[in-house]
């Protein structure tokens, strides 16, 4: 299974950016896909996830800024960004994680920058 994100940039604070992943549409129907995060010195973190009944979930930090979402058609998963802060920047990562059973699936990561 191979995950591709794309979308990662240099971006003003308070500007908005997208992020896609590409991924197999059949994982949608057992996976949780997520988006991680992982900055220079720091563990990585969940930024958002979105199941395959549609339930979504976000980091306190990023609730009102980003929105998760997926285009079956497409193949895609979406991070929607706003209100970018400076304390956003990182590697992003795409995540599969199987529900209710043991199956993991990460990308390579892309890297967004909120610098002025």
């Known amino acids: 299974v191979q995950l591709v994100e794309s979308g990662g940039d240099l971006v003003q604070p308070g500007g908005s950016l997208r992020l896609s992943c590409a991924a197999p549409?059949?994982?949608?129907?057992?996976?949780?896909m997520g988006w991680y995060r992982q900055a220079p010195g720091q563990q990585r973190e969940l930024v958002a996830a979105?199941?395959?009944?549609?339930?979504?979930a976000y980091a306190d930090s990023v609730k009102g800024r980003f929105a998760i979402s997926r285009d079956n058609a497409k193949e895609m998963v979406y991070l929607q960004m706003n209100s970018l802060k400076p304390e956003d920047t990182a590697v992003y990562y795409c995540?599969?994680?199987?529900?209710?059973?043991?199956?993991?699936?990460w990308g390579q990561g892309t890297q967004v920058t909120v610098s002025s």
């Open positions: 979105l199941s395959s009944s549609d339930s979504t």
């Open positions: 995540n599969a994680k199987g529900e209710g059973f043991t199956a993991l699936y």
């Open positions: 549409r059949i994982l949608f129907k057992l996976y949780t």
